[in-house]
């Protein structure tokens, strides 16, 4: 007699799928197709923060995308770098606007110091923590590995480059709003007494290696008990600047905060 069990196996029953090899694995197409609904999500709650919502979703994406990123160092147009240089020109103007009607008694001098501590890179970085766009940065294994002192120093620059995105999406009147919107508070807020322009040029100059700037009176005015001087500031490399003013320091001065609010230069204002 033998004693061995006999090898009986219960089939499966009308329907009931036998056992598979992969189970519990995500099939790749449904993961793909989690992976964009992910995304687009993600997109969609900028957006909201940002208060545009983009026709051309890769302007969004390429606002947000550091040149660590991309697999190819020759392709850094697909890096925020181009939309950041057209946005900062763009806030330029729209600011500018904003300070002329808001400011009308306001001369030259003043609105320029006023437009300078706008658009300096530190007010843009704070527009973009407001908005909580710190974690929306796309960097690069070089650039995640410089941590957190790489993204506080590019958030300027990725907030120009909303501002971009948004003007080539959405026209002026898109970017102008977002503008007026985080920026209206700080323009009417009490200017806080800040360093001499002047001060402030030739610092910056000295750390990136150059000169002492050059000041020159290019032209001069109105009658001599009432003068308005012209004055250019010059930087090997740099175009001039120039500012106008009733005595030379003060068109220095002007000349000076031009500079500063065109290079990005921070903390370039004075009261005086």
């Known amino acids: 007699m033998n004693d061995e069990t006999p090898d009986i196996r219960t089939p499966s029953a009308p329907g009931e799928a036998g056992p598979q090899p992969d189970a519990g694995r995500e099939p790749q197409a449904a993961k793909k197709k989690r992976g964009k ?13 940002i208060g545009h919502q983009f026709a051309d979703p890769a302007l969004l994406a390429t606002a947000f995308t ?12 697909d890096s925020y770098q181009r939309l950041e240089f057209l946005g900062d020109h763009v806030l330029g103007l729209i600011v500018s606007d904003m300070l002329y009607r808001a400011f009308p008694n306001a001369d030259e001098g003043e ?15 704070d527009v973009a923590k407001s908005l909580g766009l710190l974690d929306d940065i796309k960097l690069g294994a070089v650039g995640a590995g410089a941590g957190a002192r790489l993204r506080k120093s590019v958030l300027g620059d990725i907030c120009e480059a909303v501002i971009g995105a948004v003007f080539l999406d959405g ?9 007026e919107r985080n920026w209206t508070e700080r323009m009417r807020k009490p200017r806080r007494p800040l360093r001499d322009p002047k001060t402030v040029l030739q610092e910056w100059a000295q ?12 032209e001069r005015t109105g009658p001599h008990h009432d003068p308005q001087f012209r004055v250019a500031v010059d930087l090997p490399g740099l175009d001039p600047a120039e ?3 009733g005595s030379k320091r ?15 230069v921070g903390g370039g204002n004075n009261d005086g």
């Not at 609105?111 to 970085?125: F, G």
């Not at 750390?207 to 290019?218: A, D, F, S």
């Open 37 to 49: 609904v992910s995304a687009k999500a993600a997109a969609a709650a900028i957006e909201a923060r």
């Open 66 to 77: 550091h040149v660590s990123a991309l697999k190819s160092a020759r392709k850094r147009g």
């Open 111 to 125: 609105l320029s110091k006023r437009l300078a501590d706008l658009v300096r890179k530190e007010s843009c970085a």
């Open 171 to 179: 026209g002026y009147s898109a970017a102008a709003q977002f503008v």
């Open 207 to 218: 750390g990136k290696g150059l000169p002492t700037p050059v000041y020159r009176e290019i």
């Open 243 to 245: 500012g106008l003013g």
């Open 250 to 264: 003060a068109a220095e001065k002007v000349a000076a905060s031009v500079m500063i609010a065109r290079e990005g």
